[in-house]
């Protein structure tokens, strides 16, 4: 124990004889104690006690209006155990009843007047050193929880860091899974269009057909033809999914145009009159000026129609989708935001991965896994924000070249959506 810290600990007495306080303050300052302080009125302990927060009480027992066990039973009552302050009673009728009494009500031990000056030492010295040592082993209980609650959340936050990393690591394994499989559908089904297109290609630019069946021919091989250009659209778009990006396929990209074309494809589905209840959804732009970028304009508008697709399957009683553009240092920032249903927790960890839904039978699951990989290959990040009951943010970051062009977005300025309207 350090000798210092010993003598600097902070006495109160408490007599209602002046003397002896006096008596008591000047041999604890002979003994080098140097924080002493006395009262002699007992009302006024407790508002002495809060003020100056000694680390040992000495107490008289006899006094008026508040004696010395009245003054231990308090004190008891109003703190704790491990907070309570070390008495000393100090009394001249030291009694075996009256040690009794005052142990009982929490004194750390007694005093007999008149003092011998040794015995006073040798006990005002235990007390203090037992009342420092136990605030120093709380001060490091207390520095102890401080670091293993800093140790916790490390640990919790590698242990999410890993979590984060483990589901990437999965949905890349899944991605990849899922482009080999693509990949082999492509090469079989193109293999199989290119017959079918060929071939209903040459036979509709044949002549000398008698009329009717020219005609029936005709009608028949333009459906299939149709139908072989619409499946080979679907194979390339699924063959995109998975076909890294080339230099070739970047061009600069007017974005507005891009958002203007995807806003009236998925018109009939988020304008649809005959929507159960008579709900209705509203497509707001919030468009700012935007500098020059490049990437392609194809998946641009293929990301920008899934994200809609799902605001609207996300508001099945009407709400707003507002479309957001903006700049932030060498990139441009695209946000469709819904106010639908919202997502938890779990569902927002996995809506990026392949082939998972929520929407039971109507939902192949691939989706957002189609926007994921096109983020990826326009070389963008994405980002989610969702809560349940207060809708969904998709943030898009994609690289820009520079600076901003032309005037802000203006609205898009077709009848049928008078209510997209820029910010």
Known sequence: MDPAQLKASRILMLDDEVANTCLVANFLNRLGYTNVESINDPTQIFDRIATFQPDLLLLDLSMPQLDGFQVLELLRRETSRGDRIPVIVITGDATSANKRRALAAGATDLLAKPIDPSEANMRIRNVLERRLLQLEIEEQNRALEERVLERTAQLQEALDDLQNAQRQMLRQERLSAFAEMAGGVVHDFSNALMAVIGYSDMLLASEGRNLDERATALEYLRIINTAGRDAAEVVSRLRDFYRPRTTAESQVVDLKEVLHQAVLMTQPKWNDPSRPGGTEIVV????????????????????????????????????????????????????????????????????????????????????????????????????????????????????????????????????????????
């Open 284 to 423: 707001a732009a919030e468009l700012k000026h935007l500098p020059i970028m490049r990437g392609n304009p194809s998946e641009l508008r293929e990301m920008m129609t899934n994200l809609i697709f799902n605001a609207v399957d996300a508001m099945p009683d009407g709400g707003t989708i507002t479309l957001r553009t903006s700049e932030s240092p060498g990139s441009v920032v695209l946000e469709v935001a819904d106010s639908g249903a919202g997502m938890s927790a779990e569902v927002r960890a996995r809506c990026l991965d392949p082939f998972f839904s929520t929407k039971g039978d109507k939902g192949t699951g691939l989706g957002l896994a189609m926007v994921f990989g096109i983020v990826q290959r326009q070389q963008g990040s994405l980002e989610i924000e969702s809560e349940l009951g207060k809708g969904t943010t998709f943030r898009i970051t994609l690289p820009s070249e520079g600076e901003a062009t032309g005037a802000a977005i203006a609205a898009v300025e077709t009848p049928q959506l008078e209510r997209l309207h820029a910010a």
